[in-house]
């Protein structure tokens, strides 16, 4: 398994990881667990998923010294201004001494708190109980002000991105700035995007399903990708991704089919 620096002294985040949004609780331990067989090492829940307990549970259960998995979780919107109940909160959940990741969900620009909330984040990174932390969400205008505002740049900027939405300006922001670009929903939520056509001509020419390409696309480009499936079939095939390389120019016809086009909430309305 790949794995990228973070800008935090000698953290690594594994290249591909796991997703449980809408991971119902009860499903989540034995997504994670065979995840975690598949050979996966590396989670992404959040306060707002309602599954930690789940996720926990799984790496718990694992038989996996616990520096072998990477776990990330978030901080929910409501929670800005006590973020650091919020963050006992979910290690208590977790059943976790420490995350590896702590993100802030959504910038939720409107309440104008995100600045607060980072504050007690960098209290908990001090503290070692998250061993990096980052943002969701955030736009440039965002993470120009908090980057301004605050102490610690942000290791890592979790964002919507897939080929209908490549992102490029935010992307570029990102690696100006030493912040490692996370994607999410890199499958498009499987809908449209794993059906288009110009995708089942590279699965042809690869012999790798569209979704194999799109994920080593995101791979080819640094992102981290944290794909979701509770279909122990599908979350094997999307770790396969490591054995072949996409060519240039099929990594710039992935790059023309970007539409601008979100899938989810916007950022800068989102609350
Ligand atoms: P995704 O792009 O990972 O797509 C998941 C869906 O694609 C699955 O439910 C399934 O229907 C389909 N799928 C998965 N593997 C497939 C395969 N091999 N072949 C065909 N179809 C397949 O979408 P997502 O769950 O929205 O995003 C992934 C993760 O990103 C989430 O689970 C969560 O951890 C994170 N996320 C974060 C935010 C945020 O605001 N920070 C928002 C959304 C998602």
């Known amino acids: 398994m790949n794995s990228l620096m973070l800008n935090t002294d000698g953290v690594q985040i594994p290249q591909l990881g796991f997703g449980v949004w809408q991971v119902p609780a009860d499903e989540a331990e034995q997504a994670v667990a065979t995840a975690l067989k598949a050979g996966y090492r590396h989670v992404d829940t959040a306060a707002a998923y309602d599954n930690e307990e789940g996720v926990g549970r799984?790496?718990?259960a694992s038989g996996l010294p616990r520096q072998k998995v990477f776990v990330t979780t978030k901080l929910w919107n409501a929670d800005h201004t006590r973020a650091a109940e919020a963050f006992d909160e979910c290690l208590a959940?977790?059943?976790?001494?420490?995350?590896?990741?702590?993100?802030?969900h959504w910038p939720v620009p409107g309440q104008g708190r995100y600045v607060q909330a980072w504050k007690e984040m960098e209290k908990i990174y001090r503290d070692g109980r998250a061993k990096a932390i980052g943002t969701s969400n955030f736009t440039v205008s965002t993470l120009t002000r908090l980057m301004d505002e605050a102490d610690i740049t942000p290791s890592i900027n979790q964002i919507e991105l897939h080929p209908y939405l490549q992102q490029r300006e935010l992307r570029a922001f990102h690696e100006a700035n030493g912040i490692l670009t996370e994607a999410w929903s890199p499958l498009g939520q499987g809908k449209g995007l794993l059906g288009d056509p110009a995708l089942a001509v590279l699965s042809a020419k690869y012999g790798?399903?569209?979704a194999q390409i799109v994920l080593r696309w995101h791979l080819q480009l640094g992102n981290v990708v944290i794909p979701k499936s509770v279909t122990p079939s599908r979350i094997a095939e999307n770790i396969e991704v490591f054995d072949f390389i996409l060519d240039a120019e099929d990594m710039a016809a992935i790059g023309a089919m970007n539409k601008g086009r979100r899938i989810g909430p916007?950022?800068?309305?989102?609350n």
């Open 93 to 104: 959940r977790l059943g976790l001494d420490y995350v590896d990741l702590f993100l802030i």
């Open 266 to 270: 916007d950022p800068d309305t989102f």
């Open 58 to 60: 799984a790496v718990r």
């Open 208 to 210: 790798k399903t569209p």
